[in-house]
């Protein structure tokens, strides 16, 4: 049995006017985080996979699945009894600036964490178990204590933030771009550190959109689009075995120091096409993938899903020798007319506001994400659909 | 020659003194260059970026010249300086949201825009339909609000307007630094490609992003502490550094299908100096693995090799004995940066 084990999470966000749009950001996303284990789970903005960090940390619910942390069911912790949760689980995240009060000393994340946690400990007892943590992520007690965060770099910031977390038995620990405001030179360092960590058994879930840091830190790599993994097994074998032709054009795109982007390609890579319907609206709006599924289907005539056939799913073919970039029109949503609040089909206005608004049930039933195929042991890859 | 920077000194006025951020730069950029600029954060880098197109309240020119195009560039002169931006220099802002009127359409905004310039809108209007097209968007965002646009839409609109005059000088200030690896790709191939059809002269992009950099820069000018450290060919500066601090730089990155179980890459320690009262000498000492009892002195930044300047003691004397063999070695390298 895997330290946390996520099952089938989907989540679906509520958005629109009065909440009358339902928006599908996850589909039936499951895999598994051992102990002494780094999962980086790597996807472009929209993809999901903050959502997937926040569900972990009860900061969000799920919409449908299950999520068990050493064989118990997360969504079975009552409010009042989550600090006992946390006493295994704890997040640090993207921006370091924004997670300590400036008008505060740094240090008072320690004493927020002793307030709820270890009320009775004495000075003594509790500065010990500052500095062993201190020691833990190499900060020098002396360099940090007693000092307002804007005189931190944000290497301490962050290695001061993880050290909150280890003051605590923390088992596993979700870093949601811990990387990416720091500095070249500093980003080694805690890269490092979470490798010493997760030697001595921490567990870490590793969100990052930058492919070199999860290649360099994981043992296993999960790849999200829209939502869905596409792809995902031991780090080696996802980087260096491909399968999907996802993963493929986002390696290729992956600047490198000693080799240049091949080709500047007249093949728009699939990836790019994508980036935009992840806002697809799933539900009451007709979004473009599932408008094309009914297409296919032959329950709509080509021309229904028309409006969305300038979407960044259906791009544009592609004219005229004189294309700038090897990308595809426009990814993101709306390009073309924004359509009125009164004509969008299968969308009558009221809808917008909420009256008869599709239920979550019907959202999730919608979802046809098939289950991963396993291609080699370890290593699972999506059925490729035509998209 | 496009851009001729000799010996700029900016600092910022603080209640505690003045920072001295860019502490006497001297580059040149060549015509069709495309030169990056790297280093850590608070290195200066963005300073002499925005000082060349827009100094702020905080900052003073405390010397140097600045020659854009042969004719000497006024940039302590707030109102001279109009007559330049967006026509001889334009810069492409990182947060592409915040650079676009959030009230005005994408038309009326850039009408305005062009307006202020003393230029005719009418004019340009077709080239500019001409270039959104370009770059793949629908003609209509020229009706639509900044809100109605994705990220990466802002971020190539910003982009055409900004060279709609045809500037001579582009400084594009870490615009690839938020963007997943895909739509960094787009954007970086666009930067090569609008230098190649001639709608900016050279470009400056600043980044930390050495990879970036690797892939769309020409040249590479590394910045330590307020001070040149390093500037060569992109080529040369990835695979031949002679600076300890572009090595280190360059060695904490780790890259895609490397494994590194058994030799981990390492940061480089420490921080870097307050520019408040930088240290003397070489200002890179504390935290060089190679200091020794000369860098006490500051070193020049010197041409060690044909096309290939640093300021570093052990650089030199590494390179002082071996400098005609170095040279020829060196050469075919070294094309971008002094052509």
């Known amino acids: 049995m895997s330290m946390l084990e996520i099952e089938n999470v989907s989540k679906v966000y509520r958005t629109g006017t009065f909440g009358g749009e339902l928006k599908l950001v996850l589909r039936r996303v499951s895999f598994n985080i051992d102990r002494g284990e780094v999962v980086s789970l790597i996807g472009q903005s929209g993809s999901g996979k903050s959502t997937l960090g926040k569900i972990i940390l009860r900061l969000s619910p799920l919409s449908a699945g299950t999520i068990n942390f050493e064989g118990t069911d997360i969504a079975t912790w009552a409010k009042g009894q989550l600090r006992d949760y946390y006493r295994h689980v704890q997040g640090v995240f993207q921006d370091p600036f924004s997670s300590y009060n ?114 360099y830190i994981s043992d296993k790599t999960v790849i999200l689009r829209e939502g869905a993994i596409v792809e995902m097994g031991d780090t080696q074998k996802v980087f260096g075995n491909p399968q999907h032709s996802y993963t493929q054009s986002l390696l290729t795109a992956v600047p490198q120091l000693h080799r240049r982007w091949a080709g500047g390609g007249e093949r728009a890579p699939a990836s790019v096409a994508v980036n935009g319907a992840a806002n697809s609206v799933v539900g009451g709006l007709t979004p473009a993938h599932v408008a094309k599924r009914l297409v296919d289907d032959g329950a709509l005539p080509d021309g229904e899903g028309g409006r969305y056939s300038q979407s960044s799913l259906h791009p544009a073919p592609t004219s005229g020798p004189q294309k700038l970039l090897h990308t595809p029109k426009a990814p993101g949503p709306g390009p073309g007319p924004r359509p009125s609040l009164m004509d969008i089909p299968d969308q009558p206005w009221q809808r917008r506001f909420g009256f008869g608004a599709p239920n979550l049930a019907a959202v999730l039933a919608a979802d046809n994400t098939q289950p991963l195929v396993e291609c080699e042991p370890g290593h699972f890859v999506a059925v490729e659909d035509d998209l | 020659m496009t851009l001729k920077v000799d010996d700029l000194r900016i600092s910022y006025r603080t209640l505690r003194g003045d920072v001295r951020a860019v502490d006497g730069v001297s580059f040149s950029i060549a015509d069709g260059e495309i030169m990056g600029l790297a280093g850590e954060s608070g290195c200066g880098k963005s300073t002499l970026g925005n000082s060349l197109i827009f100094l702020e309240g905080r900052m003073k020119h405390v010397g140097g010249t600045v020659e854009l195009d042969g004719a000497n560039l006024p940039i302590a002169d707030y109102n001279a300086m109009n007559r330049h931006r967006l026509r001889d220099v334009s810069v492409v802002p990182q947060y592409a949201m915040s650079a676009l009127n959030p009230t005005r359409k994408i038309g009326r905004m850039t009408a305005d825009l062009i307006k202020s310039r003393g230029a005719d809108y009418r004019k340009v209007l077709e080239e500019f339909k001409r270039r959104i097209d370009l770059v793949g968007l629908p003609q209509n965002v020229l009706n639509m609000y900044p809100f109605e646009l994705s990220g990466g839409m802002r971020q190539r609109t910003t982009m055409v307007i900004s060279t709609l005059l045809n500037p001579s000088l582009l400084i594009g200030d870490e615009i690839t630094s938020a963007l997943d690896v895909t739509t960094q790709r787009a954007v970086g191939e666009m930067l090569m490609e609008f230098r190649d059809r001639g709608f900016v002269k050279s470009m400056i992009v600043i980044t930390h992003d050495l990879s970036v950099l690797a892939q769309i820069a020409d040249s590479i000018l590394v910045m330590y502490a307020g001070k040149l450290a390093e500037k060569a060919s992109s080529s040369t500066i990835v695979d031949n550094p002679l600076h300890p601090y572009t090595q280190m730089l360059i060695g904490s990155l780790p890259e895609v299908g490397l494994r590194y179980d058994e030799a981990p890459l390492t940061g480089i320690p420490g921080r870097p100096p307050s520019l408040l009262n930088p240290p003397t000498g070489c200002r890179f000492k504390d935290r060089c693995p190679f200091a020794f009892d000369k860098c006490v002195e500051e070193p020049p930044f010197v041409e060690l090799r044909p096309g290939h300047e640093v300021a570093c003691w052990k650089a030199m004397d590494d390179n002082a004995p071996a400098r005609t063999e170095a040279a020829s070695q060196g050469a075919p390298a070294s094309q971008g940066a002094q052509s």
Do not use: C
């Open chain 1, 102 to 215: 400036p008008l505060y000393k740094a240090d008072r994340v320690f004493e927020m964490v002793r307030s709820v946690y270890f009320p009775k400990l004495r000075g003594q007892q509790w500065h010990g178990k500052i500095e062993s943590a201190l020691e833990s992520v190499s900060l020098n007690p002396a360099d940090v204590l007693n000092k307002f965060p804007h005189q931190l770099s944000g290497g301490q910031q962050q290695r001061l933030l993880i050290a909150r977390a280890l003051l605590l038995e923390v088992k596993l620990l979700v870093a949601d771009e811990i990387i990416s405001m720091l500095d070249a030179s500093t980003r080694v360092d805690v890269l490092n550190l979470l490798v010493d960590l997760k030697r001595k058994g921490l567990g870490i879930l590793f969100i990052t959109h930058d492919l070199s840091l999860g290649n």
